[in-house]
C-alpha cells in the first residue's frame, strides 16, 4: 500500500474552513476525497493527512458552526458538499470518494444520491434515514424540529425526534441516546418511508463501516438496511463490521477518540481501532477504484 510521507497542506477559509492536505508534487493518482466530520463540527485533519499519505488529496471543511453558517445540523445546504467536489475537481481530481463518519455520512449518502460526479462514498456509522435538526438553525431555535438538510432550498424530508424519551444514566454521567433514535423510529413510522436515503439511486461505490455496538443510533442496523437496499437494486455493496465496536471507529494512524462528558459511544478504544484497522485496506481500495 502506497504511503506517501510527504504532504502538503494548505488552510481554507473561504467559503468555508477547511483544510486541503495532498501529496507531494508529482505523486498521486488524480483522486480526491471530501472529509466530513459528524457533529463534532470538527474539520478532521488528522484523517485528511492520512489520505494524502495514500497518495490522494483530501479535503476536509467545516460545514456547520462556523461563519456565515448555521449555529447547528439545521438546514444545511447539501449543495455545500457539491461545492466541495467543484474544488476537489478544480485540484486534478478525476475520481471523487466522500468519507462520511455519523451526521457527516448521512450528508454522503444524500449528495451521493444527488451529484453523479461522486464515484464512491465510505459511510462510517451511517444512518438510512434522514433526521432531523441537531441544534439550533440559523434563528437560533432547536425546535420545531426542522430538516437536518435542504437540497435546492427545499428540506429534505425527515424523522423527527420524539422527546418522550428519557435518560437512562444518572444526571452528570454521559448518556447513550441509541435508545432515543429507536424510539423515535417506532414513533414516527409513518415518517421512514418519505425520509430514507435511497442509496440505489446513488452511481457511487457504497463502503460501510459500522459497530454494533454503537451507543450513539444502531448504525449497524442501519448499514445492514442500507445494503439491502442497495443488493435489492443489484448496486455494489460492502458492509465491514464488528460487534464489539462503537460508533467512532478510528483507522491505523489515527488518535484515539477523546471521551466525552456528554455522550456514551460504545465500543472500547480497541474494538474501535480493530475495526478501522480492518476496514482500512477496503477504504483505499475503494477510493482508488481498486473494488
Known amino acids: 500500500m502506497v504511503d506517501v510521507v510527504d504532504v502538503v497542506e494548505r488552510e481554507l477559509v473561504d467559503p468555508w474552513e477547511g483544510v486541503l492536505a495532498a501529496p507531494t508534487a508529482g505523486i498521486g493518482a488524480g483522486i480526491g476525497v471530501l472529509v466530513l466530520a459528524g457533529s463534532s463540527g470538527r474539520v478532521e485533519r488528522e484523517r485528511a493527512r492520512l489520505l494524502a499519505r495514500q497518495g490522494m488529496t483530501a479535503v476536509s471543511i467545516r460545514w456547520f458552526g462556523g461563519p456565515g453558517q448555521s449555529p447547528g445540523i439545521c438546514e444545511i445546504p447539501l449543495e455545500t458538499f457539491t461545492a466541495a467536489v467543484d474544488l476537489l475537481r478544480r485540484n486534478g481530481a478525476e475520481r471523487i470518494g466522500i468519507l462520511g463518519t455519523s451526521k457527516g455520512a448521512e450528508a454522503a449518502l444524500l449528495t451521493a444520491v444527488r451529484e453523479p460526479r461522486v464515484d464512491v462514498v465510505v459511510a462510517v456509522s451511517p444512518t438510512a434515514w434522514v433526521w432531523c435538526n441537531v441544534g439550533p438553525g440559523r434563528d437560533g431555535a432547536h425546535h420545531p424540529y426542522r430538516s437536518s438538510w435542504t437540497w ?29 433514535y429507536e424510539l423515535s423510529g417506532r414513533t414516527f413510522a409513518d415518517a421512514l418511508p418519505e425520509a430514507e436515503i435511497p442509496v440505489e439511486k446513488a452511481r457511487a461505490e457504497l463502503l460501510l463501516v459500522a459497530g454494533g455496538d454503537d451507543a450513539m443510533w444502531p448504525s449497524l442496523p442501519y448499514a445492514e438496511h442500507l445494503a439491502r437496499r442497495r443488493r435489492a437494486a443489484g448496486a455494489t455493496v460492502r458492509l465491514i463490521t464488528r460487534d464489539d465496536a462503537g460508533h ?13 462528558p456528554r455522550f456514551r459511544y460504545g465500543g ?6 480493530r475495526l478501522g484497522a480492518e476496514a482500512w485496506p477496503y477504504v483505499i481500495a475503494a477510493l482508488r477504484g481498486g473494488s
Do not use: C, K, N
Not at 152 to 172: A, I, K
Open 152 to 180: 435546492r432550498e427545499r428540506p429534505v424530508p425527515f424523522v423527527p425526534l420524539d422527546d418522550s424519551w428519557t435518560r437512562t444514566e444518572p444526571d452528570g454521567e454521559p448518556v447513550a441516546i441509541r435508545g432515543w
Open 248 to 260: 467512532r471507529p478510528r483507522f491505523p494512524g489515527e488518535s484515539p477518540a477523546p471521551a466525552s
Open 268 to 273: 472500547t478504544p480497541e474494538a474501535d481501532a
